[in-house]
């Protein structure tokens, strides 16, 4: 049995983490913590979870940290796990760190869009944990980045379709939208229900987090700059994303083209689904589950491909693909405890 | 034209007041104050409001604003309109109060479930506002308490059950239900878009503050103290509120009994809408409407009777009453305004 | 492994069974049927299925199914499973139905409220598939009669309170509410989005279905007859059912009384969470879960306790308290599958 | 006081019209019809029109319904209008068409898009009822062809923007977002609320209708051909329409060029409010009333404009614009029951 640990249990990326592993075959979840609800058991916080998992929340502490876990979950805040995670290292744990502070290997980029980095070497380092598309890596990696929401339904998207020189590299656009589950349980008034609720709107127009992350890994597969207009909106439902993401063909290639480069790529894993002609992908058929959902269309008149992409965002978006990762560092079979 | 001004105007009750009153055909609306919003264009608070009302949010001050309004509607927190309420009077300007500061003839009740009363002889003195029972003390009341919402569902719907003696005033039991707005814009977790929506529960099931009120209303129409079981549950909806009331039938009395003591008591009111045997309120068919929809079933074997009962929180249950009653006060049509 | 298969596979509890059943550890599900989609995949008609079942809907054949199947699941609407289920058991096949048609002891009560019954003698030697109350009947039983997803909120709350006597027998109300997945997924206007979204009503106030059926097994609990006040409501979410339950204590009974005789009823019943003092149930908390949830409240005035009870209409309420039957019936770990 | 009519009131757009219009203070609505309907007062359907509007719906005869008419609306699925209107305009009465079929000046056109014409000769003289855009033409028009909700989104946004030069007439992008009563009030599966709530995902990616419309009015507006990439969505909200539109600036423009464009066109126009840099329009700000809200973004990188246009689909979509139009035809103010 693996023994995790998760550091930041009582957001909703922690909660998730807690009911997946709690119930995960291979995996016996030792430890939780969280400042907030440091003495509080996770089924007050969550009573969903009581039955389920009878932990109580711990303050954080290094040393006790490790000597009960194997892999460590951080579901924290951008900028608290660059200072945590070289301590969980030296205490010989690999870590699966939910933030963005280890997902970008040109820490400078990092640095323009959050602040600056006290762990670069690390960073420099880690893997970029999307797992259909960084397998090998993974396996072997000490710490993960796990990715970003967006960054997860326009990457898995666009990288094979890239790589296979299918569409042009400039000129993407991605109209992406979000549940709102993915600001998190902080309270504000964009997440209050009688403002979301029978809303929709686009928000960040003048620029996404996410959108240097999502460039760094299609520059990376391109091999030249790539830049990429990403416009987020806010759908009125808890869980899923999807992202439908407009590209230009590359000269001769057609939407079936795309639909093989795409199969090609993803024929052995299990959490890609390619749509067939004609459907597309709808968060409802992910929601709850590790599933991202492709689909494509194409306008023969502009030579455009139309590419949809929805997964739940808690879940390959964040959390799900996170168990992902840590089933492929343990060696396990990547689908265990993702129901 | 009445001149009116909102105390409080960027709550959903001041938003709500401020929507209706911008378009009233015998109001001008002169002053709306926000200690928030000080400064800033209602439009800015409710991008809604723009095009619609150009005024900009004031401090409050009691003689400015007396200065300048007929009637004041303090769309308030409880307790700061038993502060603020004596000078308007002063100031010669009649009130119509959404707070539970005037709703209570009994000032022992109130402190009782609020705080201690700083203007208890206005409050003895108050008219309470629910339009369709109390219109000729209201014509010329000074000070209108303006019923709560759950009160409103469940008064209109009993009053006259109660003194046509239809119903025996024990053993009354209503089940409620309303939308997420009626807890306000402020922030809590209970709010939040990810805990409301998909949600339902009860809450407060050891005593809600209406209930009190909701009391010593029936106790009046009875002639004697009646006391009622009530549990109030969220809906995940912004605005609507039923209420499932379960009573007992007095003796020889029927369904039908009750149908035509309801359609007496309101058949020339307009707001009141009493539902033929077998249909049903819906909160649907009175959202963003002052209607409060009466419906009727009965259980032959037990002998009860179940009264349904439904209104928009925000209007007839809050500032659409607020507008009737103004309406009525001010002699105006009882439906000017009230689209 | 159990060899299951699924008659009726298609609608909203034969999706979630072949969900679970599909993942279960110990079953193999050979066979899933449909009339209206026979030789479709069960992923063209569920997308969100596919990657996780290959099955083709198939028509139903009595021989070739009883050939591949230790247990059948029929999720079909009233009155077909009483004309399949003789010949299923011929077959050697044991059931769970998830119709009404073996929920009752007494056919006449069946007969008043459905239609004259087929198969009287089978339903009377049925076993009523509440897990946690009928255990003992359920491991040996050949036909399972899967109950009613009200029943099941009302009876896990109240049998054992009337069966230790905490609880008058006479005036109980069950004010109960549900999702829109409640009603299937046959289309009806009471189902449009645009009917449902936004709105709260009750609904068959003059006698629901379930209502025969809760009180056949309150009476049996009590040794005398039961009537109980039963109103339904339809909220506007997916999934999820809370009843609202109001009985009076019986003398010298308290709350705390219910609380330990639910305690001791419960205690090694996984799926049964008794909430602590002052904590409601959410349907929130037990969405896409197997879980009650059972709330206590008590007015002191009036003698009243008011039990609140929460299910995942769709499990719980269905498909899966018909895993759980299925699991004591083949003599599983009760939990098995339902993660 | 002008008499109107509706012939198809029981829609969600008919039920629309005839909520303003019966208390619209210069029209009296003397007409309503309905096939499916006929014999059944209109506040049988909608309960929610109760109180508001006796009217019984009639079975459509030409004659005597242009006998107590003066402008009439259909509110008709395509096809039938054109049949219909021929005989209103011989009866003397004009017309305000919320179909498709009015709404194109090439027939052919609309044609390839619909089914063949029968009364092409009164299309191509009918007056596209963009309201802000058309006022003039629609004054004297004998037939309105109300447009389309989408394209209502588009074309207020850009005919301007094109008109003026400030964007480029190629590669433009329409990622549009539509709440679930677009669809209407007949029943789908795609309706069904369990399909639609929590869900979200594009439909028709191979070519909706209303494509066509925007390219006539797009090019007509440019002096030459354009072609747009349009793909719509399904919001699991009930109203609301938002278009994020994606197009290139022309060389040396700026996104406060198209601000200012903008509002040079809608400086007198209430209804169209211009949203400042920064603002994103939110279909929440536009419920229930007839605004259209536009809001600006660019990306400097890329030259892109982004033009984001929120409006109710029911309202400017539909019923609103027609009695938008109906005003300027009748040379009425033109927020004339417009609240």
Redesign the interface.
Known sequence: MIKAGIIGATG?TGAELVRMLS?HPDVELTVITSRQYEGTPISDV???L??RCELVCEAFDTKTFCDRVDIAFTALPHKIPMDIVPGLLEGGVRVVDLSADFRFRNVGQYEDWYQPHTAPEISEQAVYGLCELNRDEIRTARVVGNPGCYPTTILLALVPLLKAGIIKAD?I?S?S?SG??GAG?G???G?????????????K??GHRHRPEIEEVLSAAHGADV?I?F?P?L??????M?S?I?CTLADGKTEEDARKALAETYDSS??V?L?EK????????????N?C?I?L?S?P??G?L?V?S?IDNLLKGASGQAVQNMNIMAGLDEKAGL?
């Open positions: 909703y119930v969550y009573p969903a009581s039955e000129g656009i109209d939208k709102v589950s349980r309270l504000s008034l997440s209050h229900f009688c403002e979301a609720n029978e809303s929709f709107k686009a928000y127009v003048d830049e207009t416009i909106h759908i009125p439902a808890t869980r899923g999807l439908t407009y299990h959490f689904r749509r004609g459907a597309v992908p709808d968060i409802l058929h992910v929601q709850h589950t599933f959902d689909g269309a306008d008149r502009s455009r139309v949809m929805a129901y």
